[in-house]
T-cell receptor, first 112, second 114 residues
Framework: DTGVSQDPRHKITKRGQNVTFRCDPISEHNRLYWYRQTLGQGPEFLTYFQNEAQLEKSRLLSDRFSAERPKGSFSTLEIQRTEQGDSAMYLC??????????FGSGTRLTVV | AQSVTQLDSQVPVFEEAPVELRCNYSSSVSVYLFWYVQYPNQGLQLLLKYLSGSTLVESINGFEAEFNKSQTSFHLRKPSVHISDTAEYFCAGQLGNAGNMLTFGGGTRLMVKP
């Protein structure tokens, strides 16, 4: 197992376009999290899945953001009608216990 | 509101000198506390964590942190830093009733100079 994988590593998109990111967690981990990190700041929680159920969502997750984990394995995070303020590093993490996070390397989104 | 605060945004230090990165949390109930390190353009790597038991926790590369409930602190220390310790360090907590989410501090950039 190579840890938590995120794809793509970098994404440059024009304002108004839709983007989708993928996260493949560690295979035996049933918990999956998405965080957003803007330049010079600490990561901020976006959403949490246990298996395929989305159990927690932050107020940061506006209507333009949607996350899925259809079979309780990989997850996708989609941003519709991107705005320049969406430029950030999007981090995925997984765990098998409530306090054993493993983070991926992140997807860096730049909206131009 | 529950929060994690890192008091220093940057800490410059000379190689082989000791360092302390400060972290305070705000929670009236139980907490789990973590320190993560982030190298440029990479994700977060867990350095050490406090869940319960001994208040002094250590990492494999010489860092240690002490949970102090009365001071609501979880400061990170290393007695002698190396150039390779240059990175961004984040304190984080699972605080009280916040469920499974981690609340992060704003980060401290440790800059080790030769």
């Amino acid at each position: 197992d190579t840890g938590v994988s995120q794809d793509p590593r970098h994404k440059i998109t024009k304002r108004g376009q839709n983007v989708t990111f993928r996260c493949d967690p560690i295979s035996e981990h049933n918990r999956l999290y998405w965080y957003r990190q803007t330049l010079g700041q600490g990561p901020e929680f976006l959403t949490y899945f246990q298996n395929e159920a989305q159990l927690e969502k932050s107020r940061l997750l506006s209507d333009r953001f949607s996350a899925e984990r259809p079979k309780g394995s990989f997850s996708t995070l989609e941003i519709q009608r991107t705005e320049q303020g969406d430029s950030a590093m999007y981090l995925c993490a997984s765990s098998s216990t409530p306090n054993g996070y493993t983070f991926g390397s992140g997807t860096r989104l730049t909206v131009v | 509101a529950q929060s994690v605060t890192q008091l220093d945004s940057q800490v410059p230090v000379f190689e082989e000198a000791p360092v302390e990165l400060r972290c305070n949390y705000s929670s009236s109930v139980s907490v789990y506390l973590f320190w993560y390190v982030q190298y440029p353009n990479q994700g977060l790597q867990l350095l050490l964590k406090y869940l319960s038991g001994s208040t002094l926790v250590e990492s494999i590369n010489g860092f240690e942190a002490e949970f102090n409930k009365s001071q609501t602190s979880f400061h990170l220390r290393k007695p002698s830093v190396h150039i390779s310790d240059t990175a961004e360090y984040f304190c984080a907590g699972q605080l009280g009733n916040a469920g499974n989410m981690l609340t992060f501090g704003g980060g401290t950039r440790l800059m080790v100079k030769p």
